[in-house]
């Protein structure tokens, strides 16, 4: 059975930071490229950070230079540093694992909520 568990998140004041944690099945990390998404209350879902499994690291244009994802191979792990946090981070965070490339599939955690007061 395929698993995705976040944790991590909490509240934190703007300019703080706060790490994200989601360990997978060994079955699907091997195959995805790892990824966290954000959805605000009443937004879409939105890439934040994808890790491929080539070793590539994107990032969307509103967190570059304050987040950082980093994936452990050995841990079948994928983390999210989020450094100088602002009040519009605020959202559900969830961590995927996308293995459609390689025939696999798509699937998700059920979300870590972050909130950043001002």
């Known amino acids: 059975q395929v698993q995705l568990v976040e944790s991590g998140g909490g509240l934190v004041q703007a300019g703080g930071s706060l790490n994200l944690s989601c360990v997978a099945s060994?079955?699907?990390?091997?195959?995805?490229?790892m990824g966290w998404h954000r959805q605000a209350p009443g937004k879409q879902r939105e890439l934040v950070a994808v890790?491929?499994?080539?070793?590539?690291?994107n990032y969307a244009d509103s967190v570059k230079g304050r987040f950082t994802i980093s994936r452990d191979n050995a841990k079948n792990t994928v983390a999210l540093q989020m450094d100088s946090l602002k009040p519009e981070d605020t959202a559900v965070y969830y961590c995927n694992a996308d293995a459609r490339v390689t025939g696999g599939i798509n699937c998700w955690g059920k979300g870590t909520l972050v909130t950043v007061s001002s």
């Open positions: 060994a079955s699907i990390f091997r195959l995805s490229a």
């Open positions: 890790f491929t499994r080539g070793g590539t690291a």
